[in-house]
């Protein structure tokens, strides 16, 4: 048995569409659902059990998690259930989330003698100042520029700490968009966000620079589509000799400027962007640069070549959004 937490969210749902292409389907979801529509991404998916995040919790609490899986063997956990919202203001509320669960889950997979990955972030490096190389001896030096980042930096410190990081593996996302997002509201993806903009409006709005030494728009991100990080998190499944934390990104930098236009290409639409203030609430904890540091995960045995920007977001606007579709469908 697999236990996804997130499992119906961007990645989780990915990685569990991916599990299915693969033949498994004894798989326990747990998630969140409340009121979004994030209940479709679970639609196409094939699962043995589903469970809400806090009816999974009060079992990992009352130590009665063996007996819901009916006899299962729990062979791994892939921890992608979190608050993912880099402006959320609650910091107690990002610890219970981020930190203490995380911690509990941990330990509860360890026990069981079950695989551990879970996901990190790259807002764990912060400015970039130390760089963004996933090296677990520089976890100490790292400082994150918000609460969410500092959250999953927590983790990270505690699993070090512990001497754990040998024995399961984290995920360091940098900056993942694909279907299966729509749910996110705020913190969905440029991509989807500029297919709506332009197909309401024919416009985008990007931020305007506030730095001299980056032109607007040429703020810079390591992205990556979802279809190959949901496949680089699961290259640790079965790779039972990798531990400590890996960074999952392309391994370059793209411009807002350039996501942008492969939007509009992808929609057959003649590039039309429109330069917006940054709002000053986000102005100091704005990063304008991220890029993964890769080597780390391809001398772990991951050799599959990331799709160009161009490529995975004509995949997604033209085969997703543009029919309604989930993955899986």
């Known amino acids: 048995m697999i236990i996804v937490t997130g499992g119906a969210g961007l990645i989780g749902s990915a990685v569990v569409q991916q599990l299915n292409r693969e033949g498994r389907e ?85 026990a069981a003698g079950a695989r551990f990955i879970y996901a990190s972030s790259a807002a764990t490096y912060g400015d970039g100042e130390h760089g963004f190389v996933d090296d677990d001896n520089r976890i100490p030096l790292l400082r994150p520029m918000n609460m969410y980042g500092y959250s999953k930096q927590l983790f990270d410190l505690w699993a070090l700490r512990q001497g754990l990081l040998d024995r399961i593996v984290g995920i360091k996302y940098f900056n993942v968009y694909g279907p299966n997002e729509q749910h996110k509201g705020d913190m969905r993806s440029l991509v989807l966000k500029a297919y709506e903009q332009i197909g309401t409006t024919g416009t985008l709005r990007l931020f305007r620079s506030h730095r001299p030494e980056y032109g607007d728009g040429e703020q810079l ?103 309604g579709k989930r993955l899986g469908d």
């Open 26 to 110: 004894d798989i326990l979801i747990v998630d969140h659902l409340a009121t979004t529509d994030k209940w479709r991404n679970l639609v196409p998916l094939r699962f043995m059990d589903y469970l809400e995040k806090d009816a999974f919790e009060r079992l990992l609490d009352d130590g009665t998690l063996g007996a819901r899986l009916s006899g299962c063997r729990l062979t791994a956990v892939i921890h992608l259930g979190a608050c993912s919202a880099t402006t959320e203001p609650d910091a107690t509320y990002l610890i219970k989330n981020n930190f203490e669960y995380s911690r509990k889950l941990a330990l509860t997979a360890l």
């Open 221 to 323: 991100r390591d992205f990556i589509y979802v279809k190959d990080a949901a496949a680089m998190t699961l290259h640790f499944l079965n790779n039972l000799e990798a531990g400590g934390l890996f960074n999952v990104g392309g391994g370059s930098t793209v411009s807002w400027n350039r996501l942008a236009g492969a939007v509009f290409n992808a929609m057959e639409k003649p590039v039309n962007i429109e330069y917006i203030d940054m709002p000053e609430s986000i102005r100091n904890t704005y990063q304008y640069l991220t890029c993964a540091e890769t080597a780390k995960i391809h001398g772990a045995g991951y050799a599959t070549p990331v799709m160009s920007v161009e490529d995975a977001v004509a995949d997604y606007v033209r085969n997703y959004l543009v029919p």
